[in-house]
């Protein structure tokens, strides 16, 4: 695996300041979960840390189409913050050669999630969304509830997702309709 040293530094000079102290707070995080919930902790750093990788400083410094890496063909101007995701999965594989599957996908879901997440996709959702900068009501027990109930978290926080993107009419992704819904029929069946 990719020496993680070397893959800050690089990652350091394509975004701003702010989104990079985000993202070691995210692997930090990542890695603490992992740790928890027994998974591979370097694949958790390394999309931890890369999970933004989308957000660079100029779009216009890449020459991609989104239509060429997105598969589904999603209209991803309806929301703004939904595409950075996409262009992070790509990034992460063609410029910090990323190969693995699962830290790809985890990249690319962590804005929307979708149904059957793997634990590396929720680990990576979830601490982007409670990694330790983050405030806002309700945090601190969706951070409690990650390290007892990983899919708990999940589901709390998808749920949350789903009302504020409602409350503020932003265009809601279909991923994250069907991964709450899926993440509600596996827990009922679990129990």
Known sequence: MTDINNLENKLKKSINKKRFKHSVNVMYTAKELAIIHNIDIKKAELAGLLHDCGRIHEIKEINIKLDSINSANEDFSKNENLKHAVIGAYLAEKEYNVSDIDILNSIRYHTTGRANMTLLEKIIYIADKIEPDRIYDGVDELR??????????????????????????????KDTIEARDWLQKELKMNN
């Open 144 to 173: 409690e509830l990650a390290y007892r109930d990983i899919d708990l978290a999940l589901l709390q926080i998808l749920n949350n997702t789903i009302e504020y993107v409602n409350r503020k009419k932003l265009y809601l992704h």
